[in-house]
């Protein structure tokens, strides 16, 4: 059973940088990869990015190859976005979430974060 809060979301000018943190409670936690989600109003929820449980291999879509960094600390049980070159259609709530393995499906994670609120602005 993990238990993940986010943090480090807020506004933002387009071009500009922000870091989101999640933090992770639970005895298992390294033995879990971590993914990050996001979901505008009205669309499906979209995965960002995934760490495996080591950290060693690491995932990304498309959309924010190149500007999003993945990372994790699993002695502060914690797990990194940083977020470079922001566009207005990053805006959204961000999701961070555990898996058993290194998947991208939204069903493959058990566990979830409540979110925190990117707004990019121009």
């Known amino acids: 059973q993990v238990q993940l809060v986010e943090s480090g979301g807020g506004l933002v000018q387009a071009g500009g940088s922000l870091n989101l943190s999640c933090v992770a409670s639970?005895?298992?936690?390294?033995?879990?990869?971590v993914g990050w989600f996001r979901q505008a109003p009205g669309k499906e929820r979209e995965f960002i990015a995934v760490i495996s449980r080591g950290g060693g291999t690491t995932h990304y879509a498309d959309t924010v190859k190149g500007r999003f960094t993945i990372s994790r600390d699993n002695t502060k049980k914690t797990v990194d976005l940083q977020m470079n070159s922001l566009k207005s259609e990053d805006t959204a709530v961000y999701y961070c979430?555990?898996?058993?393995?290194?998947?991208?499906?939204?069903?493959?994670?058990?566990?979830w974060g409540q979110g925190t609120q990117v707004t990019v602005s121009s």
């Open positions: 639970g005895r298992t936690f390294s033995a879990y990869a």
């Open positions: 979430a555990a898996a058993s393995t290194v998947v991208v499906a939204t069903t493959r994670y058990k566990w």
